[in-house]
């Protein structure tokens, strides 16, 4: 637990936006895949080593497409 959590919060938020901005948004789909769909640890790990895969190799990786 942070002393001062809105100053940690801040902290975390200029770490994440000084990154790619399209790690982030890979991070957030599988974040969102793996805790708020239906779970699949199989169809989970698959989405992971794609996502992976897009990052490793291209160094301008094409954009994730925008989910509803």
């Known amino acids: 637990m942070a002393e001062e959590p ?24 599988l974040l969102h895949a793996t805790h708020t769909e239906a779970a699949d640890d199989a169809r989970c790990l698959h989405l992971e080593t794609e996502l992976q895969r897009r990052w490793a190799l291209c160094s301008t990786a094409a954009p994730l497409p925008v989910r509803p």
């Open 6 to 29: 809105l100053e940690e919060a801040l902290r975390l938020a200029r770490e994440i936006a000084a990154k790619s901005p399209d790690a982030a948004a890979a991070a957030k789909r």
